[in-house]
């Protein structure tokens, strides 16, 4: 992306310019790693000045060449950010000493290795246990609460493997939810303590006694998407949760499978999605695990 310049600027207000929403230290941060070209040569020196006739381009983020050796599959990766895809059955967040291992603490030893303990991820937005899909996670605190304040300009897909089928081919679900001391979230009335959801959906394909949805969401509640369409009377097939028939195997065939996220630095659009996962509708006896 060529940057113009109009008047003899440095180079980080220029770069301030063209990105408003970014803090200068992201902005340094870009410069320091090489992703701007003046003239066709690599520029790292924030406060250089240039003038309106050189040439400015903001190059694409520098991934680290050895992320292929990541335990988990990374969709991308820059500076700022890294996008990864979990598998169902895995925590996302979880501290040592918890029940089980977290994709959190698999990226953060990955990269704390990879940058012999410099570097370390920041959580951004959760997915279930059970549940499969894309996750961003952030570089460093900055960008997470960057990210966090314009959460609500992310789009969010999943793919719904559900018992039955739905009243309509396509309709919308809205519900104030609340949860319980069981950690189990309900539809419930308007108050104080519950949490209004609105949740898309769409028939994609339909078999005898199940149906594949795509679901897109609003709102980023607990259990939003569970709990919706086992009030539609569609539950997810494995969800014993939320009322799910126990004969099939626990997984629960939810896949987040498309994410799109404004750059925190640039406010770029980013779009990332990934397959439906292998065995997704393989309706399996139960008795087996993750």
Not at 40 to 52: D, L, R, Y
Not at 117 to 136: A, N, T, Y
Request: glycine share 6%.
């Amino acid at each position: 992306m060529k940057v113009k310049v109009k008047q003899e600027i440095s180079l980080i207000d220029l770069l301030l310019q063209e990105f408003p929403g970014a803090s200068r230290s992201s902005v340094k941060r870009i410069i320091q790693h090489g992703n701007i070209a003046v003239n066709g040569k690599e520029a790292t020196n924030a406060v250089s000045i240039v003038k309106p006739a050189d040439q400015v381009e903001y190059k694409k983020f520098k991934a680290p060449e050895n992320t292929q050796n990541a335990p988990f599959p990374v969709l991308f990766e820059d500076d700022s950010i890294m996008v990864v895809e979990k598998k169902a059955g895995l925590l996302t967040y979880g501290e040592r000493g918890t029940s089980g291992t977290s994709l959190y603490m698999m990226i953060n030893d990955f990269i704390r290795e990879r940058s012999k303990g410099k570097d370390k991820i920041f959580v951004v937005h959760r997915l279930d246990r059970e549940v499969s899909g894309i996750l961003v996670f952030a570089k460093n605190e900055e960008i997470q609460e960057t990210l966090k304040e314009h959460w609500k300009e992310t789009e969010k897909r999943y793919y719904a493997f559900v018992e039955g089928k739905p009243p309509k081919n396509e309709d919308t679900i809205s519900s104030w939810l609340k949860e319980n001391r069981a950690q189990m979230v309900f539809t419930a009335r308007e108050s104080p303590d519950a949490k209004f959801a609105v949740t898309h959906y769409k028939v994609l394909r339909e078999f005898p006694e199940h149906t594949l949805l795509e679901i897109n969401i609003e709102t980023g509640r607990k259990h939003q998407i569970r709990v919706h369409l086992s009030d539609m009377g569609c539950p997810i097939v494995g969800d014993r949760k939320y009322g799910a028939d126990d004969h099939f195997k626990r997984r629960i065939r939810l896949h987040a499978f498309f994410l799109a996220i404004p750059h925190p630095v640039t406010g770029q659009r980013m779009e990332f999605k990934t397959r439906m996962p292998k065995g997704f509708q393989t309706l399996a006896e139960k008795h087996e695990h993750y």
